[in-house]
């Protein structure tokens, strides 16, 4: 198995448990752990005895989404067409994954950290959780899939109203939205996974992820023109001003002055 930075990967049988790992950075997630939970899932597609993987947070929170300290770095910036290759391959391949995915969700899990709770299966959430497609606060658009897996959720007059207000939603409120499957008391999302995860593997699993696979296939080609839209607007908006503002704001803790350009 190859040893990752960023994330970890555990294998008991046929359950597989992907831990995204930088817990002194709320799982915010930079260059390399991108790439690395682009790099797991991949390796996962090849792991053919593992038929359920549950994805979760180590610390606080399952993720922050993009860490915006990584984006001002002046002495390593980030490049932002290698990042978003990077974010491409991640969310097809956890899209595309022949096993059934099981999202545990405790603290915050924003921006592209969203984007990947919303693209797994099943979404299990605590009910202080903090959900947000808040990419808007920043003066960018959703990636990860987030236009597409937001889109599959709840529709497109919906997904826009989040996408716009980039609203901070508990567990309840995403619930009500249909936004997340199941909702926890606090500390007990990754049980209940556990128990979910359990419960699939005494099922007749390889007919599921067959249903999985005639549901999902169909819908590839457009998650792929989705990504190279999120891939080409993105690279755009990095160069904004409400951008530059936006993530200035963020580091200062103060209201950005977004100007529309």
Not at 139 to 144: A, C, K, N
Not at 206 to 233: F, P, Y
Request: aromatic share 4%; glycine share 8%; with cysteine.
């Amino acid at each position: 198995m190859t040893t990752y930075e960023t994330v970890t990967i555990e294998k008991n049988d046929r359950l597989a448990t992907l831990t995204l790992n930088r817990p002194r950075s709320m799982n915010a997630m930079n260059g390399t752990m991108m790439r690395e939970i682009a790099e797991a899932l991949e390796w996962l597609h090849d792991e053919k005895d593992v038929k359920v993987l549950i994805i979760k947070g180590e610390g606080r929170a399952f993720s922050a989404g993009g860490d915006i300290k990584a984006m001002l770095d002046p002495e390593s910036p980030m490049d932002i067409d290698s990042v978003m290759g990077d974010v491409s391959r991640l969310a097809k391949a956890l899209y595309t994954l022949p096993l059934i995915t099981i999202a545990s969700v405790h603290g915050a899990a924003a921006g592209l950290g969203f984007s990947i709770v919303l693209g797994c299966d099943i979404v299990i959430a605590e009910e202080n959780s903090k959900l947000a497609m808040n990419f808007i606060g920043i003066g960018l658009v959703p990636d990860g899939a987030g236009h597409f897996f937001l889109k599959e959720r709840v529709g497109i007059p919906k997904a826009k109203q989040l996408i716009w207000s980039g609203k901070v939603l508990n567990g309840h409120e995403a619930l009500g939205l249909g936004l997340i499957d199941e909702i926890t008391a606090e500390g007990k999302a990754l049980e209940h996974a556990e128990v979910t995860a359990a419960k699939f593997l005494t099922s007749p699993v390889k007919a599921m992820i067959a249903s999985k696979n005639i549901l999902h296939t169909q819908n590839v080609h457009e998650l792929e023109r989705v990504l190279a839209l999120e891939s080409s607007s993105q690279s755009a908006m990095r160069h904004s001003k409400d951008h530059l503002e936006g993530i200035q704001a963020f580091v200062e803790k103060r209201k950005p002055n977004f100007i529309g350009e």
